[in-house]
């Protein structure tokens, strides 16, 4: 299931970026979608996550607050509107699908995962 992340960059700290994930060959609006992130040296960690409706959302501690998470199942489409963003914020951001209809991404449940779209935040 091509997932296509795209709106990585470099940004000051402070600045803002948003992230699009488009779907294709899946019916979108029956999976739960996430973000997840890998900083050089360390393990990919969950960001956010949002279930088939657009309804309910989850977020890590880190970016709560900082972070949302929207969908548009109309253009199969994810987005992560990242605000504030602080250094310790780049890193290569992965969209992923659950692994099942109706399921909510975590750790344990992906089912695809999108390229990657590297973020800097320059202090």
């Known amino acids: 299931v091509p997932l296509q992340a795209s709106g990585g960059g470099l940004v000051q700290a402070g600045g803002s970026l948003r992230l699009s994930c488009a779907a294709s060959g899946l019916p979108f609006s029956s999976y739960g979608m996430g973000w997840f992130r890998q900083a050089p040296g360390k393990e990919r960690e969950f960001v956010a996550a949002?279930?088939?409706?657009?309804?309910?959302?989850f977020y890590a501690d880190s970016v709560k607050g900082r972070f949302t998470i929207s969908r548009d199942n109309a253009k199969n489409t994810v987005y992560l509107q990242m605000n504030s963003l602080k250094p310790e914020d780049t890193a290569v951001y992965y969209c992923?699908?659950?692994?099942?209809?109706?399921?909510?991404?975590?750790?344990?449940?992906?089912?695809?995962w999108g390229q990657g779209t590297l973020v800097t935040v320059s202090s």
């Open positions: 949002i279930d088939w409706t657009g309804g309910t959302t």
């Open positions: 992923a699908s659950s692994s099942a209809r109706y399921g909510i991404v975590t750790v344990a449940n992906v089912g695809s």
